[in-house]
């Protein structure tokens, strides 16, 4: 009974830590559908309605895809709730940070066997972590538009790669207006 009451005090300062009504809401559906990954035949029914609610306004209503079935650690904080895409194979640890239009999964079915991103990890605006068995160290920064396809160590940072500008001259009839 306590492991229930330290749970539920751990989840609601995490929605505390989340901006916004839309984050706390997607973070808060998404722990209490959690609960029915540990099967507790005694709660069944009440996380079975929690997973059907997690499934509707977050996926449905807010385009939030986090399975019930991820592991994430304490201090899950959604910067801002659209377009998020975390796989159900993946162990996330303490304190990570995701911004809108990220992605963090891999490609082998059902799930990667070896997924798993440590403690402190912040993800910038439409990152992606991709690919079957990554480790993503502790205190990693991925920066905005960064995609990881391999391993990153521990204190790092990583950035997009710059942007190849190629220069064309237009000509004056193409951009004519009628």
Sequence with gaps: ?????RSLKLTLSEVKMNP???SKLVVLLYRLASLHAKRVRVFYPITLAFVILHKFFNE???GVEISYRTRIGHGFVIWHAYSVIINSGCVIGKNFNIRQCCTVGGNRLPYP????????????????????????????MIGAGAIVMTNIADDHYVVAQKPF???RKFQSDAV???
């Design 113 to 140: 066997k070896h997924f798993i991103i440590g403690d402190n990890v912040s993800m910038g605006v439409n990152s992606c972590i991709l690919g079957d068995d990554i480790e993503i160290g502790h205190n990693v």
């Design 165 to 167: 500008i190629k220069t």
């Design 176 to 178: 004519r207006v009628a």
């Design 20 to 22: 916004g009504i839309k």
């Design 1 to 5: 009974m306590t492991n229930i009451i």
């Design 60 to 62: 449905f209503m807010f």
